[in-house]
Nanobody, 126 residues
Framework: QVQLVESGGGLVQAGGSLRLSCAASGRTFSSYTMGWFRQAPGKEREFVAA????????YYADFVKGRFTISRDNAKNTVYLQMNSLKPEDTAVYYC???????????????????WGQGTQVTVSS
């Protein structure tokens, strides 16, 4: 059974940093793109960042470019999201996810992803 467990969320002041982690279990995901999405109250879930399989190509939403960094450790089956210069508008539940097909990634739609974590709350105070 596949499980994705996020950690590292919390309350931080504007300008601060947090590092989210997502540990996957149940299978090895080194051949799959892994991503982060977020959902704020009253809003749709939106793409934040993704990192492809072995070569680790990264993609970011425009609103996090230069502030967030996604990385992965295939040996640990874990993906990370380093978040710096946080803003109040970054407040949301952050979800990690794994794409549904190995060695395949075409866009950032949530429908590309098959497995999801339970989410971790990030709250940025002004």
């Amino acid at each position: 059974q596949v499980q994705l467990v996020e950690s590292g969320g919390g309350l931080v002041q504007a300008g601060g940093s947090l590092r989210l982690s997502c540990a996957a279990s149940g299978r090895t995901f080194s051949s799959y793109t892994m991503g982060w999405f977020r959902q704020a109250p009253g809003k749709e879930r939106e793409f934040v960042a993704a990192i492809t399989w072995t070569n680790g190509r990264t993609y970011y939403a425009d609103f996090v470019k230069g502030r967030f960094t996604i990385s992965r450790d295939n040996a640990k089956n874990t993906v990370y999201l380093q978040m710096n210069s946080l803003k109040p508008e970054d407040t949301a539940v952050y979800y990690c996810s794994v794409a549904g097909r190995p060695y395949y990634y075409t866009d950032h739609r949530a429908s590309q992803y098959e497995y999801w974590g339970q989410g971790t709350q990030v709250t940025v105070s002004s």
